[in-house]
């Protein structure tokens, strides 16, 4: 066996795993949160005209006064201090897809050779990281390097430990030298303040006084892989791309679905412990944790909160799981689809709209709230259906192409599931009258000791892309390396032009005319868009045609999906909510295409590599004892054997020449200027040949960790 697999499972047999070393403090209600910053901290350490000044800007949208800076840097570094933190950092999230932070200690030198620990008010307002090296897609030459970061005061400051110290950090929003956004939280903030206003004006038009705080609430479940390190470092396709580019799957995989929602093993479950324990101490409500479908996958779910502050927090909880990871000699995987033929990681977004403390996507018990939800429901319907195309790109990614239409995860066609009640009362708009609904009953489950359980409005259907689940809309096509803040800000803004288009036909309604005409643009609004409803089966091969005839896109990769963000029509959306300027989009365009064809490239170049210089090696070592076996053989007057041994050198054999044709083509693929899709084919066929070498292959001379290894030793 190869010395660097057969020491990788050694070391991970050899790991005496026990729960009781892991150290934990003792959880309280009084525990959680203690290292943020949050509003109710605040209040303590302010005067109170500093702090209803500053609730103002956080509760109400009101511009940020910067006469109270001061105090509040004063408070903040005082609580930091005392939670040992010697550096701040202002925590932003530019385009790269993570989050950057740059340190500056509390020190500051005052005369005679004396110090003292000072944190201003415009130190905490605005901080100016080089920017020269972050994406921009152009919107500034790699030169110019200033960029600003600005306190975002709706997101509270937090405290990340390291072994030895602490930091404080400042969420921040990210721009420019001109002020373009050069981040995800400045357009998610934008698109946020739009569809506020919407709601606010839609709730106006049903007789409410638009006074209340509009908000969106977002709960994002996050799915991920772990597997040991000393598998993880014996792979360099995991370490360079978060995937394995070859590995046949073992005959045992997920089909017995008995890794779903089973018992957690004990050193996964430790490791859920600290995740929930380090969350939790910044406040962030994880709640769930589980088994997923494939072996070695996982997901932890929050309870939902304010959108700005759920993408915040998801992004913590990436980092979190992968710096908690490592303490347990464990590798996170947050790659779409790190392992081919079993089911891939994606990031469940759910989405509702919400009007002080009234969900607009909660059906009511008495008819102004259920007209409020069935317009809600109707200007999500419209929203979707016209602007899929936006929807779709900002789930697109080369990781998520691997795992979208994959019948595992929805296709990329995007549809909505409204499930059987609503779509009957959908139909009756449609028809003119709304007489009888499809109540939610009670389900009986044949035991007599059981109770009746209730029956929610809606099944739920795992396949849709866009799926209503009684109070919410779940978005399943982002990937589960993806920031929240892309998908919501497109959903944001798109439900926001449909509020405002309702709003416009409301506005010339007298009241006594209100339902009738209310109805009548339901109607309209049902006829014209009810093809993006399907409760269907999306991974279905008939789904698909039947979407090509209804007209709906099917955007099957990121290069083709990207193109909706330098669209016209969509760029003058998006300009018209000041989301992003056209500038902006089509920068954004630029880069999210620039990566792509990066990490396509480093995956080919890796791919060629790897097949030379580990694969080839391993074949041909196999090759040459059939060879030296079937010459002992011709030796000797044995009647059997040699037809065994000919057979599988000649299938070894010919696997090699492909392989090695495929490297040349390969070859010839990365030396052309643009090569995406030609890489993914070539390395697709590369792959296969690999794959089918690796069942012929003596099993002691394989060099890579297998699938049975990495997803079930561990």
């Known amino acids: ?57 956080v509760a109400k949208g009101k511009p940020l006064d910067p006469s109270i800076a001061d105090a509040v840097a004063h408070a903040m570094k005082e609580w930091a201090l005392k939670k040992g933190a010697t550096h701040y950092t202002h925590w932003f999230q530019p385009l790269t897809g993570a989050t950057a932070e740059k340190h500056d200690s509390f020190l500051e030198p005052v005369a005679n ?13 605005v901080s100016e990281p080089d920017a020269s ?65 919407s709601i606010r004006r839609l709730m106006k038009c049903f007789g409410n006084d638009g006074t209340q705080t509009a908000r969106i609430s977002l709960g994002p479940e996050q ?108 590798i996170c995987l947050l790659h779409e689809k790190p392992f081919s033929g079993v089911n891939g990681s994606g990031k469940h977004n759910n989405w509702s709209p919400m009007y002080g403390d009234i969900n607009l996507l909660n059906p009511g018990s008495d008819p102004h709230q259920n007209a409020i939800f069935l317009t809600t429901l109707c200007a999500i319907i419209m929203a979707v259906d016209k602007h899929s195309d936006l929807l779709r790109s900002a789930t697109a990614s ?26 009957d009362i959908i139909d009756q708009i449609e028809k003119g009258s709304l007489k009888t609904s499809k109540h939610a009953s009670n389900m009986r489950i044949g035991v007599d000791t059981l109770p009746a359980l209730p029956r929610d409005t809606t099944d739920r259907n795992r396949t849709s892309p866009f799926a209503f689940t009684n109070n919410k809309f779940e978005f399943r096509a982002p990937g589960s390396s993806q920031s929240c803040a892309e998908p919501v800000i497109m959903l944001n803004t798109i439900v926001a032009e449909a509020f405002d288009q309702i709003s416009d036909e409301l506005e010339k309604l007298s009241p006594e005319n209100f339902n009738q005409g209310l109805q009548s643009i339901l109607r309209k609004i049902i006829k014209a868009h009810k093809r993006i409803i399907f409760n269907g089966d999306n991974y279905s091969e008939a789904w698909k045609k039947e979407a090509e005839k209804r ?47 990066r990490k396509i490239r480093i995956e080919g170049e890796l791919s060629l590599n790897m097949a030379r210089t580990v694969i080839l090696p391993a074949g041909s070592k196999q090759l040459a004892e059939l060879v030296k076996t079937i010459a002992v053989l011709s030796g000797c007057e044995l009647k ?38 030609k890489i993914v084919e070539s390395m697709g066929k590369l792959r296969q040949l690999i794959d ?22 561990n």
């Not at 050779?113 to 307002?125: D, E, M, R």
């Not at 998520?400 to 609503?422: C, K, T, V, Y």
């Not at 696997?655 to 899709?677: K, V, Y």
């Open 133 to 197: 090296s972050f994406p921009s897609g152009g919107i500034r030459s790699t030169f110019e390097a200033r960029g600003y970061t600005a306190w975002d005061p709706t997101s509270p400051a937090f405290i990340k430990r390291g072994r030895n110290g602490a930091t404080l950090c400042i969420p921040t929003a990210f721009c420019a030298y001109a002020g373009e956004a050069l981040d995800k939280k400045t357009p998610l903030l934008r698109s946020l303040q739009a569809i506020s206003q």
């Open 398 to 423: 080369a990781g998520n192409d691997h795992r979208l239409g994959a019948n595992e995860a929805p296709p990329a066609i995007i549809s909505i599931f409204i499930g059987e009640q609503l779509t």
């Open 692 to 713: 089918t070498l690796e069942k012929r292959v003596d099993d002691d001379l394989w060099p890579l960790p297998k699938y049975r290894e990495m997803l079930f030793i």
């Open 551 to 597: 007209g709906l896109p099917n955007f099957r990769t990121t290069p083709e999906a990207m193109k909706a963000l330098i669209d016209p029509e969509n760029i003058a959306l998006l300009e018209k909510y000041h989301v992003f300027t056209e500038v902006e989009a089509k920068s954004r365009y630029e880069i999210f295409m620039e990566e792509y064809h």
């Open 1 to 57: 066996m190869n010395c660097d697999r057969k020491e990788a499972i050694k070391a991970v047999l050899a790991r005496k795993e026990n729960c009781s070393d892991t150290e934990l403090s003792p959880f309280t209600t009084e525990n959680y949160g203690e290292d943020v910053f949050h509003f109710s901290r605040i209040k303590d350490h302010l005067p109170k005209p500093v702090y209803q000044t500053l609730m103002d800007t």
């Open 223 to 330: 799915e991920y892989f772990l597997i040991d390190e000393h598998f993880y470092y014996a792979r360099p396709d995991l370490v360079q791309t978060g995937r394995t580019l070859f590995g046949a799957p073992p005959p045992r995989h997920q089909q017995l679905d008995d890794h779903y929602f089973g018992a957690i093993r004990p050193r996964i479950l430790a490791f859920m412990t600290d995740v929930d324990s380090a969350l939790w101490r910044l406040g962030i409500p994880a709640k769930t944790r589980h088994n997923e479908v494939a072996p070695a996958q996982f997901e932890i779910a929050p309870v939902f909160e304010d959108l700005n502050l759920a993408v915040d927090h998801n992004m913590l909880v990436m980092e979190v799981l992968k710096q908690t990871a490592e303490k347990h000699g464990l």
């Open 113 to 125: 050779g004396q110090a003292i620990l000072a944190f201003s008010g415009k130190n905490l307002i």
């Open 640 to 677: 059997g054997g040699q037809l065994s041994q000919k057979s599988a050198a000649e299938a070894i054999g010919k696997l090699l020449d492909g392989i090695e044709m495929e490297c040349r083509n390969l070859e010839r693929i990365l030396a052309q200027t643009d090569p995406s899709a």
